[in-house]
Structure formats: C-alpha cells, structure tokens
C-alpha cells in the first residue's frame, strides 16, 4: 500500500517537473527570438559586425541602373549660341546632337552676314567657278585639300593655319605622330604644300583640270578669320620684331619699312633697325608702296574670295573648338585634337590689355586710316565695327 502511494506521489512530480520545464523552455526561446528582432540580445560590436557582412545582393542591380542611366545634359538655348559679333562661346558641357545644331545655325547666320556684306561692297554672291579660275595665279584662293575626306581648306595665316596643316597632312597619312602638337611647324607648312590644289594643277592637262575643278566645286569647303585688327597685331609682333618668329626674310622685310618709313621725330636709338608699329602702320597705308603686303596681313577677301566662293563654313578663330567639332560632322573626321579648347587668357580680354595699346598709341588719323582698310573685313564677317572699341585715355 505504501509502496503504491510513493509511486504515486512520484509520478505527479515527475510530471510537474516536466511542464515547469516546458514553459520555461518557451518563454526562453520566445525572449531569444524576440531579441533577435529587435537586437536587444546582441552586444553593440556584434550588431555592427552583423550589418557588415550582410550580402548585397541588390548592388549588381544597383550598379547596373546606374551604367544605364542617360546623362543628364542641359539643353542650350538660343542666347547660350556662339554670337557671331564677338567671342561668347556655346553653353557648358552641351551634347553633341544640341552642339551641332547650334552650330548650323551659328554657320547659317554668318553665311547670311557674309551675302548681306558682299551685296553691301557690291560684289555678287554665289559660286563662281569660272571667275575663280581666271584669277591669275597670284591671287586665286590659298586653296588646300584632303582627297580623302574631301575638304577644301582656305588658307589664312595668323588663323589657326599651322594647326589646319598638321591636321591636313595627317588626315592624309603624310605624317604618322601619334599627337598632333608633335607636329612641327616647319614641317606642317611644308607637307602641306604638297596639298596646295594649284600647285596639282596642270593647265595643260585635262584630266588635271577636271580633278581640280572637281576639288573645288564639291568638297567642303572652309575658312577661318579672326577679328581683323587683332589679328594685325598679332602679325606685326610675330614677322616684325626681332623676338617673333619671322627668320631672317621677314627680319629684312621689318628693315626696309623701317628705313622707308622712319620719322625723324620719333625717339629711337641709332641700334634699332627693325619697323616700329606706327612705321608699320604707314607702310600699310601708304597706296604707293613699293613693298609687297605680305599673306599675314593681307585682307581675308583677297586671300578667300568668300563672295565667289561659296564656303560651307565659315569659322572663326574666337569659336575654333567649337567650329572644328562642327566641321568633324561634315567630313567624318575628328578634327579636335588639333584645336583644343582654350584654357585661360581668351583672345576678347585681350582688347582691354595688350592689343587696344596698339592702337591707341596711333595718331588719330593712322587709326582712322586702319579702320578704313579694314573695315570691308568687318562687314564680310560679322566682327562689331572697329570704331566701338574704346580706347584708353580718349
């Protein structure tokens, strides 16, 4: 009887024991799950360790969405254009698509400027092949070519014209650098003039005829001016002076106008043998000179023909980076490399500093005489006209 009781007695603690265990053992295990969630079981380092080697399994995506994202390239309106009557230069960063488009309206507006400013001078406007032809020698168009791209260059000198060379002569295979400023000058002038379209030209020749006909009437054909009297400046302290680059045969040149046109008046010392800018200057004006004006002065309209001429594009030295990726579209080529865009000092401050210091250290009527001669440039080619330019100290 005993015995049965103790067994008993000891089942029901058994089983006491065992359920206090389950409910212990469940509310454990729903504390360690909840602190799981909610990160109050974990220590502060674990917690950050645990992000840490968390996988990403989104970043392929991520990554992805964003080499496919388009970029974002603000559309230029029409006031961010190129102007065609100073150097204001195209909106930042534009497209290419929206770049060329603002080009082709810059082109067609200097085009326009250029047939009002013929008819202005009275002159016709239109390609005239004929008369181009029966200009003698000496005076037809500084034409240059790439047969393979099939452009027609108009040479003007102080206009980017070394950089038109080397371009030409690699677009040509004439000169094998990988860059385009290890071109030498010299040598750039020199490949080149194996590229001269009448230096091709045998008049005795038909077939010769004809090809050079063909260069001339359907490539494209281009030139490049830059404001006029910037542009003399640049000229007289290049082959005038001694620390320019024009060698010995503009060295003579600069003597000869010195001694033709030398004022007794002027302060110089007895050593000084080369032209000073205002002998330079009367020499330029003087209608019965006896020496030559030489190409890197002479007017763009006696070096171009752009009334006869009928140039696709007109592009300026101020816009050059832009003009040359415009031009790199009409004849396939990427023409950039050998014009890149101007980093610091641009050409329009240099109106208020160096070159306005030229002028006014004219007399009133060699400055007025310098505005006539050049002023049909300005029309032609859509530059302000010169008399805006204030001078300092008037």
């Known amino acids: 009887m005993l015995s049965k009781t103790f067994l008993k007695a000891t089942g029901i603690t058994v089983i006491a024991f065992c359920a206090v265990t389950i409910c212990v053992y469940s509310e454990w295990t729903i504390r360690i799950l909840k602190g799981h969630k909610d990160n109050i079981r974990l220590p502060k380092s674990t917690q950050n360790d645990h992000v840490k080697h968390m996988p990403n399994h989104d970043a392929p995506r991520l990554q992805t969405m964003a080499i496919n994202m388009p970029p974002q390239t603000p559309k230029p309106t029409r006031s961010d254009l190129p102007a065609t009557k100073n150097s204001k230069i195209v909106a930042k960063d534009p497209s ?16 326009a400027g250029l047939q009002r400013g013929c008819h202005v001078n009275n002159q016709k406007f239109g390609f005239d092949l004929d008369a181009i032809f029966k200009l003698i020698p000496a005076h037809r168009p500084r034409f240059y070519f790439s047969d393979k791209y099939r452009l027609l260059l108009c040479e003007v000198p102080k206009c980017g014209s070394t950089s038109w060379k080397r371009a030409l002569v690699t677009m040509e295979d004439m000169a094998h650098e990988q860059f385009p400023d290890k071109i030498g000058g010299g040598e750039a002038h020199v490949l080149g003039g194996y590229l001269d379209v009448w230096r091709n030209l045998n008049e005795s020749d038909p077939a010769s005829v004809a090809k050079t006909k063909e260069r001339i009437s359907n490539y494209t054909r281009v030139m490049t001016v830059r404001e006029p009297l910037e542009r003399l400046v640049s000229a007289y302290k290049d082959k005038m002076l001694p620390t320019g680059t024009g060698g010995a045969s503009f060295g003579k040149m600069s003597q000869l106008i010195h001694k033709a046109y030398a004022d007794k008046n002027e302060n110089r010392t007895a050593e000084t043998s080369h032209a000073s800018w205002q002998e330079f200057v009367r020499y ?12 890197h002065w002479q007017l763009f309209s006696k070096m171009c023909y752009p009334c006869i001429s009928s140039y696709h594009h007109i592009a300026k030295l101020e816009t050059i980076y832009y003009d040359a990726q415009y031009i790199s579209h009409l004849i396939d080529y990427d023409l950039t490399p050998f014009f890149p865009a101007l980093k610091a000092n641009p050409r329009r401050k240099k109106w208020s500093t160096e070159y306005q210091n030229y002028l006014k250290n004219l007399s009133q009527e060699d400055r007025e005489g310098l505005y006539a001669m050049y002023m049909e440039q300005y029309d032609l080619f859509g530059y302000a006209n010169p008399k805006s330019l204030s001078i300092h100290g008037e």
């Open 284 to 295: 330029l004006l003087d209608t019965n000179r006896h020496i030559y004006i030489d190409a």
């Open 96 to 111: 290419v698509d929206s770049l060329r488009e603002s080009m082709k309206l810059v082109s067609n507006e200097r085009l």
